[in-house]
């Protein structure tokens, strides 16, 4: 999607969740037990995974996305509206709530894809500056800096700490400053059609992932690399 890419590409700005980091098992039944028993809780295996889908199933059904709107806009308001929406999963009680919501947002609980590390270093090696532009209510430096990633990127652009998200076109031209380059020669690789498509009205080239994803399987990034060197 976008504008052809070749020899011009000076620059690539990433997606962080479903891009460059799996989204798809970031609540764990083992890491909830331990969050819950520090919460106080006693919570065995089975309850922890009844959980868990009690969570999934309410926050990403049609009222749960509609209530999410503007949570990445500062950790404030992502920590308030998750809370909240967690806990009328349950419904949970406040430490249950808490339990789940520190796993969510454990930099720890998000795993990188095979090739994201790799294909990060191959540009840095190469010289070629790469930022990542997240909508996200957390800092993820902590998530790249335990894989040794963190070094290879120049600039991370995070939602919540602008107070302004995806689509809008200020947050991808903000990005695009931090790499030193103009938004016609940095190529955004991401997942969402709709936000990550929109960094085209920036003028960005743009290179949209399947949707279809698995941790343990490389994410399609080695792509990356035949259009940006």
Same mark, same amino acid.
């Given at each position: 999607?976008?504008?052809?890419?070749?020899?011009?590409?000076?620059?690539?700005?990433?997606?962080?969740?479903?891009?460059?980091?799996?989204?798809?098992?970031?609540?764990?039944?083992?890491?909830?037990?331990?969050?819950a028993?520090?919460?106080?809780?006693?919570?065995?295996?089975?309850?922890?995974?009844?959980?868990?889908?009690?969570?999934?199933?309410?926050?990403?059904?049609?009222?749960?996305?509609?209530?999410? $709107?503007?949570?990445?806009?500062?950790?404030?308001?992502?920590?308030?509206?998750?809370?909240?929406?967690?806990?009328?999963?349950?419904?949970?009680?406040? $430490?249950?709530?808490?339990?789940?919501?520190?796993?969510?947002?454990?930099?720890?609980?998000?795993?990188?894809?095979?090739?994201?590390?790799?294909?990060?270093?191959?540009?840095?090696?190469?010289?070629? +500056?790469?930022?990542?532009?997240?909508?996200?209510?957390?800092?993820?430096?902590?998530?790249? $800096?335990?894989?040794?990633?963190l070094?290879?990127?120049?600039?991370?652009?995070?939602?919540?700490?602008?107070?302004?998200?995806?689509?809008? +076109?200020?947050?991808?031209?903000?990005?695009?400053?931090?790499?030193?380059?103009?938004?016609?020669?940095?190529?955004?690789?991401?997942?969402?059609?709709?936000?990550d498509?929109?960094?085209?009205?920036?003028?960005?080239?743009?290179?949209?992932?399947?949707?279809?994803?698995?941790?343990?399987?490389?994410?399609?990034?080695?792509?990356?690399?035949?259009?940006?060197?």
């Amino acid at each position: 999607m976008g504008e052809p890419v070749g020899e011009r590409v000076e620059a690539v700005l990433f997606d962080f969740s479903g891009t460059l980091f799996d989204d798809t098992g970031v609540l764990d039944a083992p890491a909830l037990v331990s969050a819950a028993g520090r919460q106080g809780l006693a919570l065995g295996p089975a309850e922890a995974e009844d959980v868990i889908r009690r969570t999934l199933r309410h926050v990403d059904s049609p009222g749960g996305f509609a209530a999410r $709107e503007g949570c990445d806009l500062s950790q404030q308001a992502h920590r308030t509206i998750w809370t909240k929406l967690i806990a009328e999963a349950g419904p949970f009680g406040p $430490e249950l709530t808490e339990a789940v919501y520190s796993c969510l947002t454990d930099p720890g609980a998000w795993s990188p894809y095979p090739d994201t590390v790799p294909v990060l270093g191959a540009l840095r090696d190469a010289g070629v +500056p790469v930022g990542v532009l997240s909508n996200i209510g957390w800092d993820i430096r902590p998530a790249f $800096e335990r894989v040794g990633a963190l070094t290879s990127l120049r600039t991370v652009v995070l939602s919540c700490e602008h107070g302004v998200a995806k689509p809008d +076109p200020a947050l991808f031209a903000l990005a695009c400053e931090r790499l030193g380059a103009e938004p016609s020669r940095v190529l955004y690789v991401g997942d969402d059609p709709v936000k990550d498509g929109a960094a085209v009205r920036v003028g960005l080239p743009v290179y949209l992932l399947p949707s279809e994803r698995d941790a343990s399987t490389p994410r399609g990034l080695s792509a990356v690399l035949r259009l940006a060197l």
